[in-house]
């Protein structure tokens, strides 16, 4: 299945340098100007996520934008959580700093190819129902009966979808394979995955933890199914940020996801020490401190102050958000 290329990656020209201190000075003031409200995931850059109101993963994020009460939502993550912002506030104006901060995992998923895919299973078959992992396009949401995140998706498996049905996981494999082996439940696997998890390097992380005697690894879900047997500790975001926050002993935890959520789990347990988990790259196979998603480094001080500034880019409604409406109110606020 082909990759779409709904939000390829575009050089653009670097911005002159700004001081952060007055960048962020500027959005203060905007925020009160134009009734607004930031919510930042846990994978932006630090200084986002200080003056953002709102931070958090992709769960308590989808929960937070139902609580809003200013009349605009800038949302600084990926296109699919602004997306969902907007189906959650249908009244607001959701805006994004970057409209090209794409998901490779959604666009590992185009809504065409999923809904040719479910037509065939059903003409073999099968009776099943499509749980999707939220880093999805509305559309893509639309078609499915359940969304989760990687906080809430072994419960929801577990407790809403009926054991006499078939389930099609999309679109992580290594989400949904480690999702096979701690429900028991077996799944039909879309081959996608996340272009930043899939990269980190077993060899440096077993070498990383020999040089650092009592230490953890935190791993991400998304991560191949080798780094997950290898780690101390499996979770989302916020499960990581609770899990260090409950160890007072200082400990050095190696952390493998997006390296931006090295700031969170920093400032819940700064007793610890925190190491990225290097990735390597595939056409050389040199290692690299490549553990930085190219979308989520979209979002910047000065997009942030821009889009709230000139009131764009912004989220507009489409049809189909009102099916990933009711799904996504079933899945992640019931």
């Known amino acids: 299945m ?20 007055d960048l962020m000075d500027e959005i203060e003031r905007l925020k009160v100007e134009r009734d607004a409200s930031i919510l930042a995931h846990y ?16 769960l308590k994020l989808a929960r937070d934008a139902t609580n809003v009460k200013t009349s605009t939502i800038v949302f ?3 296109h699919f959580m602004a997306e969902s912002a907007k189906i959650m506030n249908p009244e607001k104006r959701v805006l994004i700093p ?3 901060a794409g998901c490779s ?9 999923l809904a ?54 999309v679109p992580d494999q290594h989400l949904g394979r480690y999702l096979m082996e701690v429900t028991g439940r077996e799944m039909i696997l879309w081959p996608g995955s996340c272009m930043v998890h899939e990269i980190f390097s077993l060899q440096d992380m077993l070498r990383a933890k020999r040089k650092n005697p009592g230490s953890q690894v935190l791993a991400h ?12 500790f499996v979770g989302g975001t916020e499960k990581m940020r609770r899990h260090v926050a409950s160890i007072s002993e200082p400990t050095t935890f190696l952390v493998a996801t ?4 090295i700031h969170p789990l920093k400032l819940a347990a700064p007793q610890h020490e925190f190491v990225p988990v290097p990735g390597i790259m595939a056409d050389s196979g040199e290692t690299c401190a490549c553990n930085r998603c190219p979308h989520m480094a979209r979002n910047t001080l000065q997009k942030v102050r821009d889009c709230l500034r000139d009131g764009q880019p912004e989220i507009e409604w489409q049809s189909y958000f009102d099916r990933a409406r009711e799904v996504l109110e079933r899945s992640l606020l019931n």
């Open 2 to 21: 082909s990759q779409s290329n709904l939000f390829p990656l575009v050089d653009a020209p670097e911005a002159p340098y700004e001081d952060p201190l």
């Open 258 to 261: 997006e390296v931006n959520m």
């Open 116 to 169: 040719a895919f479910q037509e065939k299973l059903r003409a073999e078959g099968h009776d099943f129902e499509t749980v999707a992992y939220i880093n999805t396009s509305a559309a893509v949401k639309s078609l499915c009966d359940w969304i989760v995140t990687s906080g809430n998706a072994r419960e929801l498996i577990e407790q809403k979808v009926p054991r006499d049905k078939e389930i099609l996981f």
């Open 98 to 100: 970057d409209l090209l």
């Open 221 to 232: 879900p998304e991560c191949p199914e080798n780094i997950l047997h290898a780690a101390d």
């Open 76 to 78: 600084s993550g990926v």
């Open 43 to 58: 994978y932006v850059d630090g200084e986002i996520q200080d003056i953002a109101d709102y931070v958090g993963d992709s």
């Open 105 to 113: 995992l959604a666009d590992s998923c185009p809504p065409d190819k």
